[in-house]
């Protein structure tokens, strides 16, 4: 049983990728508060070794899986590169229709680029140049640029870019999104 609550946990952070509190964990999966001291260290044993790329920390009763920090340099140089490198062309033409379309869809901005974009919306999300918000009446997440995305081309509203209106407001690509809509719906 031991084992499995241990696996249960570890499944949970990986996917959940944020720290879980202790009491919500406990909750969750029965596990009494004076369990808690053997459980994480169980975990700790299993991942904080130098060998092992994941790590589990624990800090202020939340516990969360983590990258070793002896790899914290090569880690800090990998999303330094992925950060402040160039734009490829994808990401300039996958940021330029969210900026005149926002808010828009994962599933509008593929139909309009016709390729998968999720790779480049995570990169966009990382670099502060774009923001996800949830739609609640479509249940659908919903993309639109930032505050930083603005600052950074100099401008203070969406609406200063070259063309806005007619490129906000193109009937064909009106036309297209709502025929494809129809079509899915059928």
Excluded at 65 to 82: A, C, R, S
Excluded at 95 to 122: D, F, H, M, W
Aim: glycine fraction near 4%; aromatic fraction near 4%; charged fraction near 25%.
């Amino acid at each position: 049983m031991k084992e499995e609550k241990l696996s249960i946990i570890e499944s949970l952070l990986l996917a959940v990728g944020r720290p879980l509190s202790l009491k919500e964990l406990g909750s969750f999966l029965s596990i009494d508060e004076a369990d808690w001291p053997e459980i994480v260290e169980a975990l700790k044993a299993r991942h904080n070794q130098a060998s092992s790329g994941i790590h589990i920390a624990v800090n202020n009763r939340q516990i969360q899986l983590v990258t070793n920090p002896d790899n914290g340099k090569i880690l800090q140089q990998y999303f330094k590169d992925e950060l402040t490198g160039e734009l490829t062309k994808p990401s300039v033409e996958t940021l330029t229709i969210i900026a005149y379309r926002q808010p828009i869809s994962k599933e509008e901005l593929e139909q309009i680029r016709g390729v998968n974009c999720s790779l480049i919306l995570r990169n966009l999300l990382i670099r502060g140049l774009i923001e996800s918000n949830e739609d609640k009446n479509n249940l659908a997440t919903t993309y639109s640029v930032t505050m930083d995305f603005l600052r950074h081309l100099g401008i203070a509203a969406v609406e200063d870019l070259p063309e806005y209106e007619k490129l906000n407001s193109d009937e064909n690509l009106a036309k297209l999104l709502d025929n494809t809509a129809n079509e899915e719906n059928n």
